[in-house]
């Protein structure tokens, strides 16, 4: 989908997601050591403005301006600071290294996945991380129709060559319709 249908999506309702972070995101970032955050992908902002709560210093960069608009909304609400950006990820580049790249359902097709990642490595602090949550192929349960925009454990993991990955799985995620996939990736610059 292109900006302008994720424009419009995130016109239709209140919140397309929760106000909660995504259970992943949590249950690998909770007790990091706050640093700067890029949060690609970032829609209404719900990992970002969570992060922001960690005291983690966030840019959310989507290429809709209406989600991004709702994230400053929340952010707001939750009386934390939230730098966003406007922009196609793919042309995208962080002015300075940061320690945390997160892709949360980012859904770009398999070599745009592969182009974005080899970048995101180079992005990172010695130390940083980047974490990627998305709808694995082998997934039947809600995420896009389309399969050719969710993950692989092994394009991930072969993208992000050259970190040490540490977390390679792909998880099981309880929604109302049932057990949905996600391919889970957290690797590391050392
Ligand atoms: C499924 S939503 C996920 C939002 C958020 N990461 C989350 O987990 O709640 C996907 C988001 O990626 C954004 N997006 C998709 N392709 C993009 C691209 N090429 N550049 C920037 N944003 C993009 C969409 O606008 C949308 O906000």
Known sequence: MDAEGWDER?????????????????AHLTGRTPGAALDLGAGEGRNAVWLALQGWDVTAVDFSAVGLEKAR????????????????????????????????????????????????????????????????????VGGPPDPGVCYTLDQTVQALE???????EVAQRQTPAGVALDTVVLAVRD
């Open 10 to 26: 995130y016109a239709d309702s209140e919140l397309v997601w929760s106000g909660e972070p995504n259970v992943f995101v949590a």
């Open 73 to 140: 909304r929340m952010a707001f609400d939750a009386e934390v600071e939230l730098a966003t950006v406007v922009s196609d990820v793919e042309t995208y580049t962080p002015v300075t290294q940061v320690d945390l790249v997160l892709l949360s359902y980012l859904q770009i097709p398999d070599e745009h996945q592969r182009r974005l990642l080899r970048r995101v490595r180079e992005w990172l602090q010695p130390g940083g991380i980047v974490l990627v949550v998305a709808h694995d192929k082998s997934n039947t």
């Open 162 to 168: 050259g970190l040490r990955v540490e977390v390679a």
